[in-house]
């Protein structure tokens, strides 16, 4: 079977850096993505990993390696509006998006 | 920037009545998704329109839901009738269309309450 796991809830201080994991098991891999979430409202597009690395994007940096069935969203200089659900995503062989539960992450002052 | 358009942002019904979704999706994109959340789960994925064609309804329970997208470009999904666990948020979504590995772009989500 399909299957994405990510932790269900962190909680991390504001101005420090979380790192949120995500493993995969899947039929075959076309791109891993990232979305967040806040509570009530829709998930919006953070990243796309295909390749193995790391893409930065301001704050925010994903990393995937496809050996090991392993991505990471890195948080840095957390803000309090940074507390939402993060969502992992995995395109399979047939090209559909397998979706984690997605982590809550908590920011605390 | 362009938006998915979903309307109504709430929905209360009693069970056993029929309830419809719409969804606008960004101007252009030939592909369009209906997905089903509940609350601490990923999205479900209900049916995936390419233009006016169903490339995917495998999740859709076509006892009680429908979905159209007659001319390639709005959508409605229906629930006839609505039953208790059907309580969750219903999102729409869009992509280009254009690659297989596109974004998709979500609209806000209808929220779905069965009494």
């Known amino acids: 079977g399909q299957n994405i796991d990510q932790p269900t809830e962190m909680t991390a201080t504001e101005g420090a850096i979380v790192q949120i994991n995500c493993t995969y098991q899947?039929?075959?891999?076309?791109?891993l993505f990232w979305y967040q979430q806040h509570a009530g409202e829709a998930p919006t597009f953070l990243s796309y990993?295909?390749l193995d690395g790391l893409e930065e994007k301001g704050r925010f940096s994903s990393f995937l390696s496809r050996s090991k069935g392993y991505s990471y969203l890195l948080l840095k200089e957390l803000q309090m509006k940074d507390s939402a659900s993060y969502l992992c995503?995995?395109?399979?062989?047939?090209?559909?998006?397998?979706w984690g539960a997605g982590t809550k992450l908590i920011i605390k002052p | 920037e362009a938006e998915v358009a979903q309307s109504p942002r709430y929905k209360i019904t009693e069970k056993s009545q029929a309830v419809a979704f719409w969804c606008d999706p960004i101007?252009?994109?030939?592909?369009l998704y209906w997905y089903r959340q509940i609350l601490g789960q990923g999205p479900e994925l209900l049916v995936q329109?390419?233009?006016?064609?169903?490339?995917?309804d495998s999740q859709l329970p076509k006892d009680r839901f429908s979905a159209e997208r007659l001319k390639g470009v709005d959508s409605t999904l229906k629930i006839q009738p609505a039953e208790l666990g059907d309580s969750a948020m219903y999102l729409c979504?869009?992509?280009?269309?254009?690659?297989?590995?596109?974004?998709?772009?979500f609209g806000p989500g209808t929220r779905l309450t069965v009494l």
């Open positions: 995503a995995v395109l399979d062989s047939n090209y559909q998006l397998i």
């Open positions: 329109f390419q233009d006016e064609s169903v490339v995917d």
């Open positions: 990993n295909v």
């Open positions: 979504a869009s992509s280009s269309g254009t690659g297989e590995a596109d974004t998709q772009y």
């Open positions: 101007s252009g994109h030939a592909t």
């Open positions: 899947t039929s075959g891999f076309n791109g």
